[in-house]
């Protein structure tokens, strides 16, 4: 009961008690819940950097692929273009000696699998004779020997090889598709299967003395023997023929989008690599700490590193097949905070916040820097920026990806400095001689486009990318260097002239 | 004036007009709560910005099956308390063997809050938290250690200790100071 009294009193002298925090604690609160969402936003924003880092990899990568499997398809149709070259028809087209030469080899292939047909299995015995055989015998000998086996096959073997060249010549169907003469293309296989008598002996010999030798079998070799198979050889053509039709199609729709415009935003960061200040030189007017103050801030603010948005308008063009250029015009902004431990004053009763511009007019008349306690200033930089890209198309489908490459011309708006002091007030400077920014600069634009047309007008895309300025973005006489980085990832709608 | 719905609503969002809004409102009694777990106002007030940190974060997480005040409370004091666990660790409770209270009625005598408060701030560490939740929070001896890690006996000798040394202390001030005599610690 006594307990029960004792902790009741206590608790009701405290029901309604209230005790005035000062105020300091709610400013720093709003300081802490900033620090937060700003702790936030980076960790978003870190995410889309990763994201534009990882598909820009991601599209060189697909480039350097593309590009190593054209090169392979260059150098074999370099190779096979100098096999025909060793032998050709003298009064043949050079396309004729090459479906010829190509019947050539499938009809001998097909006089070796007639072999194998006959002779399911080839026995330790043969084969090792064969083999063994063949290193001792001269290469005209080889030739002469594997002429003989191209000959083996009886007459109506070669008929039936060149009736599957004229149903499986994938080529010549393609021929006939694009241009409308399929007629034609029956012809010139009838005249191919003609000639090819003729020209046997011609192209079989620089084609068996260029294949190398079979290695020695030495041990059992099992040579599989597999069923024959007889596709319905006008199924085979109709199936080719829609092939081709569909490709055809999609190739004159997705090569339609020749003029375009799209409107988009994009958001990112910037950090600042390889900056720097060059230290103050004035001991007349500055004493150490204020140099020492002046020097932090400008430090300080060369290194801030924020957020950066852009929104804007393109237009683009395609100006070969693969290649794309586009230009248009953006508004930037770049948001980014910085400490600063100086005031500028010039009567010493009228201070503002201590920044490069300000700082920069203390080597005339009066103006002086002084060391106060740290307050952070946001800075926030307007552009206007021209970029000209030009883009390579990796994939040209409803979905596509596109690599692209360009510069941009930089035009500084302006820039308002916001010191979070509740004294110092904000000060906004414009380009020209009095501001400490270029007006004009350059950057080199990288990125990558992964888009999706969902209807015949319009594309959507996603474009990460990187934005790098050539020079410092401060001008020379400063004595600030600053060139931000930028990685954005933009989001844009197209829409589709033509 | 903002209801309880309309400001939860308005910190959900990340307003920072209902943000302050919540902070004035609740802000004076919360203080009180974080002196009553502190020693001093630098202190209390450290502990109070944290917690209302955690609040407006929290917000979003708050299911309302409590009322705002006592979900706050209860940020204050688990805020406050792992501010104090760091100095509970370095300095551990122990049990208190000899203990001498008055066995005569106490009633606590007409003092104002402040001074209450002040008694409080003045008990050692260990008694002073454990106090606080047994006789204001209301928590039994079991929850309080479970809650600090120690054990339910060290939890009521703690108590006792700090109902004696607060009821010397009252003693001393009030007018019954003669009639009860000086508690012995």
């Known amino acids: 009961m006594e307990r029960q009294k004792f902790e009741e009193s206590f608790r009701k002298s405290f029901d309604n008690a209230e005790v005035p925090p000062s105020e300091k604690v709610w400013m720093n609160i709003e300081l802490d819940l900033e620090r937060l969402e700003r702790g936030d936003m980076k960790k978003r924003l870190t995410f889309f950097k990763l994201l534009a880092a990882a598909s820009v990899v991601f599209g060189l990568g697909l480039a350097g692929t593309g590009l190593y499997l054209l090169s392979i398809d260059r150098s074999t149709a370099d190779l096979t273009a100098q096999q025909n070259q060793v032998a050709p028809a003298p009064d043949e087209t050079p396309g004729i000696a090459q479906q010829q030469h190509a019947d050539q080899q499938r009809s001998n292939q097909s006089s070796a699998i007639k072999e194998n047909e006959t002779t399911p299995l080839v026995s330790v015995e043969s084969a090792s004779e064969a083999s063994s055989a ?105 199936a080719s023929i829609a092939m081709e039709e569909r490709a055809e199609a999609d190739r004159k729709k997705y090569d339609g989008e020749r003029i375009w415009t799209s409107v988009g935003f994009s958001a990112g960061t910037f950090s600042n690599y390889g900056t720097g200040a060059d230290p103050l030189q004035a001991p007349a007017l500055l004493s150490t700490s204020n140099l020492t103050a002046a020097n932090n801030t400008l430090t300080s603010e060369s290194r801030a590193s924020g957020v950066a948005y852009s929104v804007g308008v393109n237009v683009g063009g395609r100006i070969a097949p693969r290649w794309v250029l586009q230009g248009g015009i953006n508004y930037i902004t770049q948001n980014a905070s910085f400490m600063s431990d100086a005031v500028v004053t010039e009567d010493f009763q009228n201070f503002s916040a201590a920044y490069s511009a300000e700082i920069a007019k203390t080597a005339d008349a009066s103006a002086r820097v002084v060391p106060t306690a740290p307050y952070s200033v946001n800075n926030n930089m307007e552009f206007l920026s021209i970029p000209i890209q030009a883009g390579y198309i990796v994939v040209n489908r409803a979905f596509g990806i596109q690599l692209m490459g360009g510069v941009a011309t930089d035009l500084f708006i302006q820039n308002t400095l916001e010191p979070q002091s509740g004294n110092l007030s904000k000060v906004t400077n414009g380009s020209g001689s009095d501001s400490p920014y270029r007006t004009v600069n350059f950057s080199g634009l990288v990125g990558t486009e992964f888009s999706y047309r969902f209807t015949d007008k319009y594309r959507i895309s996603l474009n990460p990318g990187i934005r790098y300025p050539f020079n410092s973005i401060y001008k020379s006489d400063v004595g600030l260097s600053a060139t931000p980085v930028t990685f954005d990832v933009g989001l844009r709608f197209r829409y589709i002239f033509d | 004036m903002l209801n309880e719905s309309e400001l939860i609503e308005g910190c959900r969002k990340g307003d920072r007009a209902f943000q302050k809004a919540l902070y004035d409102r609740y802000c004076r009694k919360m203080m009180v709560v974080c002196l009553r777990y502190s020693r001093s106002t630098a202190e209390a007030e450290d502990i109070l910005q944290e917690a209302f940190v955690k609040v407006f974060q929290g917000i979003k997480d708050f299911r309302q099956e409590s009322r705002l005040e006592t979900w706050i409370t209860r940020i204050m004091v688990n805020t406050a308390l792992n501010a104090q666990r760091r100095k509970l660790y370095l300095y551990p409770m122990v049990d208190v063997e000899e203990i001498n209270l008055p066995t005569d009625e106490l009633v606590l005598p007409e003092l104002h809050f402040s001074q209450l408060l002040e008694f409080i701030q003045e008990l050692p560490q260990g008694c002073q938290i454990v106090f606080n939740l047994f006789a204001i929070e209301g928590y039994s001896h079991k929850e309080i250690a479970e809650c600090l890690g120690i054990s339910e006996g060290t939890s009521k000798s703690q108590y006792a200790r700090a109902k004696a040394l607060l009821q010397s202390r009252l003693l001393k001030e009030s007018s019954y100071y003669k009639k009860y005599g000086e508690a012995k610690i």
């Open chain 1, 134 to 238: 063949r290193p001792e015998l001269p290469s005209s000998s080889s030739a002469d020997q594997s002429l003989a086996s191209a000959d083996k096959p009886k007459n109506e073997d070669v008929a039936t090889s060149n009736d599957n060249a004229r149903t499986f010549d994938r080529n010549a169907v393609q021929r006939a598709v694009q241009g409308n003469v399929s007629n034609q293309r029956m012809a010139y296989a009838d005249q191919v299967a003609a000639t090819d008598e003729q020209s046997k002996v011609e192209f079989a010999i620089p084609a068996f003395r260029d294949r190398p030798l079979p290695p020695l079998v030495k041990s059992k070799t099992i040579v599989p023997n597999f069923p024959k198979t007889e596709p319905d050889q006008i199924d085979l053509l109709l």
